[in-house]
């Protein structure tokens, strides 16, 4: 064997079965009082006709963060959000073409950011729409198992962060916020425990503004530099 045999990357190749990647994303937004979920439509097999996250194969020549972006453009016409790596899904029976590893990604979208998004299916989906959260279709593959991981992180993290800032406007008042809260966690909350417990932290403050309304006028907040600065540096979902 020559040194440049020796080399090669042939080399290296062993004869053991070699499993596929995909990548799933999972984008979320708050809207009309509901958390929304990003779902496309299949066009193909298998589960044609079924819901699923946007999400594909990996290609050989790119690397992970690539492939969500270039799936989610693709099959949903979205582009230019911050995606994160949530957690890798290997069960060896989730797919029934063949073993297929996922790596699914997550984004939390707010009103305003989603309402400037175009959706529009494109590529091997034949429609993309949100859906309620706790109201979805039947999904495909493991879908609905990583929803559920995906929003039980959610709602671990946002107890005991300044998450909620991608969710919400800029401004927005204590009203909206516990909303916020409540639909994500799925259960009420007491307003005078909420709003007691929220203004104790250092998250938020008051902006100065007032909205008017059918009742009394209402304080505007936001979260502060300090907290928002503070969730981005560090990994939402570690």
Do not use: C
């Not at 020549?61 to 270039?70: H, V």
């Not at 590893?101 to 939390?108: D, G, H, K, R, S």
């Not at 989603?114 to 706790?134: E, F, G, K, P, T």
């Not at 800032?165 to 009203?175: G, K």
């Amino acid at each position: 064997m020559t040194a440049k045999d020796r080399s090669s990357p042939e080399t290296y190749v062993y004869e053991h079965p070699r499993p596929a990647v995909t990548v799933d994303i999972i984008l979320f937004t708050f809207h009309n009082a509901d958390l929304k979920l990003l779902l496309v439509q299949r066009k193909g097999e298998p589960f044609q006709g079924k819901w699923a996250l946007p999400g594909g194969f990996v290609q050989p020549d790119e690397d992970l963060d690539t492939a969500a972006l270039r799936e989610l453009a693709e099959e949903t016409n979205v582009s230019d959000v911050y995606l994160e790596q949530l957690y890798t899904f290997g069960e060896p029976d989730r797919d029934p073409r063949t073993r297929v590893i996922t790596v699914a990604y997550f984004a939390l979208l707010s009103a305003d950011q989603s309402a400037q998004l175009n959706v529009q299916s494109n590529s091997d989906a034949s429609d993309a729409r949100w859906w309620s959260m706790y109201d979805l279709p039947e999904l495909a593959f493991d879908h609905a198992r990583i929803l559920q991981y995906a929003l039980q992180r959610l709602r671990w993290k946002l107890e005991w962060t300044a998450l909620g800032f991608l969710l919400l406007p800029a401004e927005f008042t204590l009203s909206e916020l516990q909303k916020v809260y409540e639909t994500v966690l799925n259960e009420p909350l007491d307003k005078r425990n909420f709003r007691r417990k929220m203004q104790a932290t250092d998250v938020l403050e008051e902006t100065g503004n007032i909205r008017e309304g059918d009742h009394r006028p209402a304080k505007l907040y936001r979260f502060t530099a300090k907290a928002i600065e503070l969730e981005q540096v560090r990994r939402r979902f570690p």
